[in-house]
């Protein structure tokens, strides 16, 4: 069991400070859902110079452990104003691999974070997804079942972005996929401003 959070900022100007605030706070009231591990995801990224990149912060542990590590963050602007930004965060009770930084969610499809997802469920044909993604070349980092939900949306989103497919879209054929019970929710540096979810 796990807790997933999402906050979309859209036209109401808020500062990173706030909106991490806001992501924290969630985890908190959803923490009695698993406390292995945290993590979360938001956009913008100054140590980078670019907007549309997103930055994770994940640590095995309790909401308030990803609380430090957020506070220990270097390069971060957190009086920077929003008006529209994403954010994704997750609280976990490891079913697949062990509690750990890298198994804590959001999972990404790449080092370049195109794709981030929190995910509470289970994948019950992840090993065959894997098995086929990996085939097509993807790297795996995690033990988890939710890093297919990452991998396998960006390998639809590189098959089908010359026809502009949607963010939705992309969502709904990785979900058709996937076989089990899930909740899941999804950011992309391709879609900024976007966060689908989904179950």
């Known amino acids: 069991m796990c807790g997933i959070f999402a ?15 806001i992501l924290i706070n969630g985890l908190k009231r959803l923490e009695y859902r698993g406390y292995d591990s945290a993590g979360l995801a938001f956009e913008g990224s100054e140590i980078d110079q670019n907007d549309n990149l997103i930055k994770m912060v994940k640590c095995k ?30 609280t976990r009770w ?3 691999g062990e509690p750990s930084s890298v198994n804590s969610h959001p999972q990404r499809s790449d080092l370049d974070n195109e794709f981030m997802v929190v995910h509470n469920g289970i994948i019950t044909n992840y090993k065959d997804i894997k098995s086929l993604l990996e085939k097509k070349g993807h790297k795996f980092e995690s033990e988890t079942d939710t890093e297919v939900i990452a991998k396998m949306i960006k390998h639809i989103y590189d098959s089908h972005k010359d026809n502009n497919i949607s963010f939705r879209e992309c969502v709904e054929l990785t ?11 999804l950011m992309s540096r391709h879609f900024p401003g976007e966060c689908v979810a989904a179950r």
Not at 70 to 75: A, P, S
Not at 175 to 185: P, R, S
């Open 7 to 21: 906050y979309l900022n859209f036209l109401v100007p808020a500062k990173r400070k706030e909106i991490l605030e």
């Open 175 to 185: 979900i058709q996929q996937l076989e089990g019970a899930f909740a899941l929710c």
């Open 94 to 96: 490891a079913t697949h």
């Open 61 to 90: 542990g309790r909401v308030s452990m990803l609380e430090d590590e957020i506070k220990r963050l270097e390069n971060v602007n957190y009086e920077k104003e929003y008006k529209i930004h994403v954010g994704i965060a997750h």
